[in-house]
């Protein structure tokens, strides 16, 4: 079982950085790979990234490579999703989760955060 918290979410201005977190309990955290993805309101839940256990490998939805960038302290329990260079069209809840399998699809993951907001201005 893991639970997971994510923080760090707010309202900022085009352009600016943002770096969300994404807290777990478990003792088996360093076994999942971990994942973000976000909805914006009238849209479907769309997938960001993940990061493997190891840390060493990752993967981003187009729409976000070169900007967002995903780490994780297994030491800590904690994965981060760093948002640089934002716009307002990554406005959106933030979900993070985790997955045993992994991927792209937000139907491999077995559990998910509550969610932060991300509101970017223009």
């Known amino acids: 079982q893991v639970h997971l918290v994510e923080s760090g979410g707010g309202l900022v201005q085009a352009g600016d950085s943002v770096r969300l977190s994404c807290a777990a309990s478990?003792?088996?955290?360093?076994?999942?790979?971990m994942g973000w993805f976000r909805q914006a309101p009238g849209k479907e839940r769309e997938f960001v990234g993940f990061i493997l256990w190891s840390g060493g490998v990752t993967s981003y939805a187009d729409s976000v490579k070169g900007r967002f960038t995903i780490s994780r302290d297994n030491a800590k329990n904690t994965v981060y999703l760093q948002m640089n260079s934002l716009k307002p069209e990554d406005t959106a809840v933030y979900y993070c989760a985790a997955s045993l399998r992994g991927g792209i699809y937000d139907y491999s993951y077995d559990y998910w955060g509550q969610g932060t907001q991300v509101t970017v201005s223009s």
């Open positions: 478990g003792r088996t955290f360093s076994r999942y790979v």
